[in-house]
C-alpha cells in the first residue's frame, strides 16, 4: 500500500509517495534494541533517502495555486555530488583494505627473504667448511624449504584476499556508475538504484549493531554481497564482543599489533589503554605474585609512556596501594569499574573506524537525518507553539484549530488526527514526527510561493495578485477579493500579511 504525500496533492515541487515500510524503517531507528530487518523492511525509507523527497511547501502553505513547471524540472534533476557524499566510503574501504593487504604481504615477503638468504648463507658456508654431517646440511634445507613454503601459503592468501577487493571495487565502481548514467529522479532506473542504496544502508546499520546474521541473509538476498562491508564489520564486532562480554584485551591487543605503524600515526592512545586494563586485571588479583606481575607489567609496557600519558602513570602507581574493595577515593573506584571495559569497546570501535575511514556513526542516521530535516517545516511541530493546520490542510496561522493545542496530546494525537485525513506530510505522521524534532531545518534558498501570500478570514493563504487578477475576471467590485477555491467574498482590508519564516 502506497500512502500519498501532500505534494502530490498539491502539486509540489517535488511530491514523493511514501512507502508504508518507511515507518518501520523509523522504528528500527527508535528502537533501543533495533530488530532484525526482514526482507520487507528493506524497501523502507527510499523517499526519505532518496533526493526527491522535498515536499517543505506541502505544509508552509497548502495553496493550490503554487507555479511549478520550471521547478518541477528543477527538483527532479539528479544532484550526482551529492548522492556521493554519502557513498564516499564505499570506494574508500577497498582501497585502504588493499593497501593494508600490500603493506602485509610486503613486509611477510621481506621478513622471508631475509631469513632464508641467512639460513642459505649459513648452510653454504658449513657445507662447505665441512665441519657439519651432510644430513644436517640437508636439514637445514629441508627448513628453508618448509619457510618458503609458508611463505608461499601466505602470500596465496594475500592474493584471494586482494581478488575479492577487487572484484568488490569493480561492483561498487560500476553500481555507482549506474548513478552516472541518470539524470532525473523520474528514471524508473533511479528506483531499482535508490533500492539498492537503502539495501546497503541497512545491512551497514545492521552490521553495527552486531546483528551480523540478519545483514548477511539481507545482503545474500538482495545480491549486494560486493556492496556492503561484512568481513569488515564482523571482525570488528568480534574484538569488541571480546572487550565488551569477554572481559579480555587479548584479541584488540592482537589488532594493534597488526596495524602499529597506523595506530601510531593516528596518535592512538587504544594500545596504551588496553595494557593499562591489564595491569588494572593483575593488581585487582591481590596476592604477591600478581602484584609483582603487575610491577614488572607497567615496567615494561606503562612506565615508557610516562611522557605521553602523565596521569594514568602516576594512578597507576596509586592503585597499588587501593584494593577493588577499598579504593580510596572515586578515581580507584572508577579504575576498577567494570564500565573500563564499555569505555574500551567504545574506544577500539572509534579507532577502528578512524583506521579504516569509516564514518563513526551508521550512515541510515545520515541519510535518515538529512531526509528528516528537507522535510521538516516549523507547522510540523507547531502544535506546541499554538499553531497547526486545519481539517483542509490549509494553514491555520491563528492556531484556532481544536485539538491540536492540547500539550497533554502532544504529537502522537495531532500526528494521527492529522494523518488520518489524508494530507499529511511525513514529518506530521506519528512514526516520524518525533524522529524529527531535534533535526534541524533545511537550508531553502529558493522559495516556491507567491512573495506577496495574504491570509484571508477563512484561513486560506494566496498571493495578493492572483487574488486581484481573479476579481477583476469575476467582475467583483474594486476593493474586494473572492477566495480562489470558494464563494466568499472579503474587503482587501481584512487580510492579514503573510510571512514565511
Ligand atoms: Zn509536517
Redesign the pocket.
Known amino acids: 500500500m502506497m500512502r500519498q504525500c501532500p505534494g502530490k496533492q498539491f502539486r509540489c515541487t517535488s511530491h514523493v509517495e511514501m512507502p508504508e515500510d518507511i515507518f518501520a524503517g523509523a522504528k528500527l531507528l527508535q528502537d533501543d534494541q533495533p530488530r532484525p530487518a526482514t526482507a520487507s523492511d528493506v524497501v523502507a525509507l527510499s523517499a526519505a533517502l532518496s533526493g526527491n523527497t522535498h515536499c517543505n511547501c506541502?505544509?508552509q502553505s497548502a495553496s493550490p495555486l503554487y507555479e511549478r513547471n520550471m521547478a518541477d524540472h528543477e527538483s527532479a534533476k539528479l544532484d550526482h555530488d551529492n548522492h556521493l557524499l554519502l557513498d564516499q566510503s564505499l570506494v574508500r574501504l577497498p582501497h585502504e583494505l588493499l593497501r593494508k593487504n600490500f603493506r602485509s604481504a610486503h613486509v611477510v615477503v621481506e621478513r622471508d627473504k631475509e631469513a632464508i638468504k641467512r639460513q642459505l648463507r649459513e648452510a653454504t658456508i658449513k657445507g662447505l667448511n665441512g665441519n657439519t654431517s651432510r644430513d644436517d646440511v640437508l636439514k637445514s634445507l629441508d627448513n628453508i624449504i618448509a619457510r618458503g613454503k609458508k611463505l608461499r601459503t601466505k602470500l596465496g592468501a594475500c592474493q584471494t584476499e586482494e581478488s575479492r577487493l577487487f572484484q568488490q571495487t569493480e561492483a561498487r565502481v560500476k553500481h555507482l556508475g549506474q548513478l552516472q548514467g541518470l539524470h532525473t529522479l523520474d528514471d524508473v532506473k533511479y528506483e531499482g538504484w535508490s533500492h539498492a542504496r537503502l539495501d546497503r544502508l541497512l545491512v551497514d546499520y545492521l552490521l553495527r549493531q552486531g546483528y551480523s546474521d540478519t545483514a548477511c541473509s539481507l545482503a545474500t538476498e538482495r545480491n549486494i554481497a560486493d556492496l556492503v562491508d561484512i568481513e569488515t564489520f564482523v571482525a570488528m564486532s568480534r574484538i569488541q564482543n571480546s572487550l565488551r562480554k569477554g572481559k579480555s584485551v587479548a584479541e584488540a591487543l592482537a589488532w594493534c599489533a597488526d596495524n602499529k605503524k597506523e595506530l601510531r600515526k593516528l596518535n592512538s592512545n587504544l594500545e596504551f589503554s588496553l595494557r593499562f586494563q591489564q595491569y588494572v586485571e593483575l593488581v585487582r588479583q591481590q596476592t604477591p605474585e600478581s602484584q609483582l606481575l603487575a610491577i614488572a607489567h607497567a615496567k615494561k609496557y606503562l612506565y615508557p609512556y610516562q611522557q605521553a600519558y602523565p596521569k594514568e602513570v602516576k594512578q597507576s602507581c596509586g592503585l597499588l596501594v587501593f584494593t577493588p574493595n577499598n579504593p580510596g577515593n572515586p578515581q580507584y573506584a572508577k579504575l576498577f569499574s567494570d564500565d573500563r571495559w564499555e569505555m574500551l569497546a567504545d574506544l577500539f570501535t572509534r579507532t577502528y573506524n578512524e583506521l579504516l575511514s569509516l564514518p563513526s556513526i551508521p550512515l541510515l542516521h545520515v541519510a535518515l537525518s538529512s531526509g528528516l530535516s528537507a522535510?521538516?517545516?516549523p507547522?510540523?511541530h507547531s502544535h506546541t507553539s499554538g499553531q497547526g493546520?486545519n481539517a483542509d490542510g490549509d494553514v491555520d496561522m491563528a492556531g484556532s484549530t481544536g485539538s491540536i493545542g492540547d500539550s497533554s496530546g502532544g504529537a502522537a494525537t495531532f500526528a494521527t488526527e492529522s494523518y488520518t485525513n489524508g494530507r499529511?506530510?511525513?514529518?506530521?505522521s506519528a512514526e516520524l514526527n518525533e524522529l524529527a524534532r531535534n533535526v534541524p531545518y533545511a537550508h531553502h534558498s529558493k522559495s516556491h510561493v507567491d512573495h506577496d501570500l495574504m491570509l484571508l478570514p477563512n484561513n486560506r493563504v494566496y498571493g495578493l495578485e492572483r487574488l486581484k487578477n481573479h476579481a477583476k475576471k469575476q467582475g467583483i467590485e474594486e476593493g474586494k477579493v473572492k477566495d480562489l477555491r470558494g464563494r466568499d467574498v472579503y474587503d482587501e482590508k481584512d487580510l492579514k500579511k503573510v510571512y514565511i519564516t
Request: net charge positive; aromatic share 0%.
Open positions: 506541502c505544509t522535510l521538516k517545516t507547522a510540523c493546520v499529511m506530510c511525513p514529518i506530521c
